[in-house]
């Protein structure tokens, strides 16, 4: 039977495992990424497991997340995430540099290798045929020091692309239909791999675009073909040396098959708040803008902003709306201003903000009161963009452009011709951002400089084989970690200060969560399906952690969180019945008993204050049972 190309990348990585649907696996990691906001900590962790150098082939430390600078903290886990990388072994990208996504693609992306980031949208890498997962800071730590990463054997889609994109229509367009399609738990167990003879006209950042957006749709994660576009990219990036062609097999087996044809592409928008949440631009009328916001790891290659700025050339920014613009890199920046492009969004009225995560994160940008934001980002949850009641649209860079133009939801086919853009045959080469580390034998001598925002990773305790605790939050379905730990302006800063981190616990849901877990000793959380989609922030698991949570029982988990969970010892339960979870009352003590049996069988019981007996299921491999009986990664690793 033939091989899916991320069955082959896989085969040529297996440590350990069976290629089953299902079966745990551990492959062997090449490349590890991590960014500034999960960044302290990973490092942190890796430090704790004590390994003296990186033992991957390249590790790069990014500063993109937290670039506000508007106390000591972030500075000073700049600065450590700094010493770290010279030290041991790590590129380190300065902030201003770019999105690590956008930077990685351009600059260390190799088709064929595997990678994995301490940033859910690492499958960007996918782009360029690589094998690049998101994961939460331990496990990249882990990998660092050289250790296997372990996932579930996913099932393996395919989605055929047929035809071309009409004019107007983008990359943006076929991740927000896929969407539609799948919603954002269709992913979930499997690996994407996009294909058919649509895909010879899209380029390295437009299949970018589609791989990272593929972290929406819950996947494991998503890969093209590695193909003379590929290797023009890699050219144009002077290292055309880096290439492989990289196919599935002719006769290779997929487990579902979608087709789209490209032709009947429409310009579409994933609607408040959820990434979705679809309509046709064409249906969205009379819906004015107060804000709109270009950039993010999604959407902002160089050719993304050409295409902004060729739309508002000799235009301006309508009176009423606040447009930014965030280029992915210092290369895009620099090309854009190279070629007068710059000059023309900047004479449209729209800001230039650095390029960084920015408003994705709720970094700066928050739109008014209610106000309705369009977007070229990757998600829309509620509250991310650090106003609650903002009603934040996902659309392409050229609805974005349009609409900015005219202060209303707008098809850009009405302002005419769709502008040509030319890329460059050679991209600008300067790498002076990115710092190299010392030699070994210097980085003996090197000092890690700390400053005091960073506090002790929270304390972990073995298991216990009876649990009894205060089901302190019931939640519905979708939630994702954005609601369990916020990010934005005001709390990122603390991400290596637990204790700080945990007072915005839940706040988007229930401000009063933190005080009530606390006070509780132990607690569970009732969560419906799709519990922890979204980012790969293990602080959505170490902050619940500090709070007393011992189990979190769903209807079923997204596939980073649950593995944060298990590296915190968070034992994730799913209900044999999802109907049981009407039976559960925030507020009542709960028990599970024999918990050591319960991970042998995949059977528990909880048995709710007035007596029901709820059954639940679970699924550990030995690896995760060793783990959770440690109370964790960290106290398992070190032994
Ligand atoms: C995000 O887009 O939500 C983030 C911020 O990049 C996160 C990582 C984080 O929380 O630091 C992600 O996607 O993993
Ligand atoms: Fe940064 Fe947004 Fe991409 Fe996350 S999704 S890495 S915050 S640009």
Same mark, same amino acid.
């Given at each position: ?44 962790? /890796? ?176 890969? *093209? ?231 002790? *990773? ?45 007072? *915005? ?7 009063? /969560? ?42 079923? /988990? ?14 994730? /339960? ?66």
């Amino acid at each position: 039977m033939g091989l899916t190309i991320a069955q082959k990348i896989i085969k040529a990585h297996l440590v350990s495992g069976e290629m089953i649907p299902g079966n745990e696996i551990s492959l062997r990691i090449d490349q590890t990424l991590t960014q500034d906001a999960t960044g302290t900590m990973a490092y942190l962790e /890796f430090e704790a497991i004590g390994i003296p150098r990186v033992r991957t082939e390249l590790s790069v430390a990014y500063i993109d997340h937290n670039t506000l600078q508007s106390g000591f903290e972030n500075a000073d886990d700049h600065r450590y995430i700094q010493s770290v990388a010279k030290k041991y072994g790590l590129r380190f990208s300065r902030p201003g540099n770019g999105i690590c996504h956008q930077v990685h693609l351009e600059r260390f992306g190799k088709p064929g290798k595997t990678l994995i980031g301490s940033d859910s949208h690492t499958p960007t890498g996918g782009g360029i045929g690589m094998l690049a997962f998101g994961a939460g800071g331990l496990d990249v730590a882990v990998a660092m020091g050289g250790g296997a990463y372990y996932i579930t054997m996913p099932k393996m889609f395919k989605v055929n692309l047929t035809g071309k994109l009409r004019p107007w229509v983008s990359a943006k367009d076929i991740s927000l239909e896929i969407l539609r399609i799948l919603s954002v738990k269709g992913g979930v167990g499997a690996i994407i791999e996009w294909g058919g003879d649509g895909i010879k006209d899209l380029t390295v950042p437009q299949r970018a675009t589609i791989t990272n957006m593929g972290t929406e749709l819950g996947a494991t994660t998503s890969i *093209f073909p590695s193909d003379e576009v590929t290797r023009e990219f890699l050219k144009a990036q002077g290292r055309e040396e880096d290439y492989t062609p990289l196919c599935s097999d002719e006769d290779a087996v997929y487990d579902r098959v979608i087709d789209i044809d490209l032709n009947t592409l429409e310009p579409l928008a994933a609607c408040p708040h959820s990434p979705d949440n679809i309509k046709k631009i064409s249906e969205l009328k009379n819906i004015k803008v107060d804000q709109v916001c270009v950039g993010s790891c999604t959407n902002s290659s160089l050719a993304d902003m050409l295409k902004v700025a060729a739309v508002l050339k000799g235009r301006t920014v309508d009176d009423s709306v606040s447009m930014s613009v965030s280029p992915g890199s210092r290369q895009v920046l620099t090309m854009l201003s190279e070629c007068g492009a710059l000059e023309d969004i900047l004479a449209s009225g729209a800001r230039l903000l650095e390029c960084a995560c920015g408003p994705c994160i709720g970094m700066g940008f928050s739109p008014n009161s209610a106000g309705v934001s369009l977007r070229t980002f990757n998600r829309n949850f509620e509250g991310r963009s650090g106003t609650k009641d903002g009603q934040v649209y996902l659309v392409s860079p050229e609805v974005a452009a349009a609409s900015a133009i005219t202060g209303y939801i707008t098809d850009p086919a009405t302002l005419g011709d769709e502008p040509v853009i030319t890329l460059p045959e050679k991209f600008k080469i300067n790498d002076s951002a990115i710092l190299l580390p010392a030699d070994e034998k210097e980085a003996e001598s090197l000092q890690i400089l700390r400053g005091p925002n960073i506090k002790p *990773f929270p304390e972990t305790h073995p298991l216990k084989n009876d649990l009894c605790a205060e089901l302190t939050l019931k939640v519905g379905d979708n939630i994702t970690t954005d609601h369990i730990m916020p990010a934005g302006a005001k709390i990122l800063p603390y991400r290596s200060n637990i204790p700080y981190l945990s007072k *915005f616990c839940f706040a988007v849901c229930d401000e009063s /969560f933190a005080e009530r877990a606390k006070a509780a000793g132990n607690s569970i959380i009732v969560g419906g399906s799709n519990y922890g989609q979204g980012s790969s922030r293990e602080h959505a698991a170490l902050v619940p952690l500090y709070l007393g949570v011992r189990a979190v029982v769903a209807k079923s /988990f997204a596939r980073i969180h649950v593995a944060n969970l298990i590296n915190a010892g968070i034992l994730p /339960f799913t209900f044999e019945n999802a109907d049981d979870y009407d039976k559960l009352t925030q507020g009542e003590k709960l028990r599970i008993d024999n918990v050591f049996e319960a991970m042998e069988s995949g059977k528990a019981t909880l048995l709710t204050e007035s007596g029901e007996k709820i059954s639940l299921v679970c699924s550990f491999s030995e690896r995760q049972k060793d783990i959770l009986k440690a109370g964790g990664l960290l106290p398992y690793t070190r032994g």
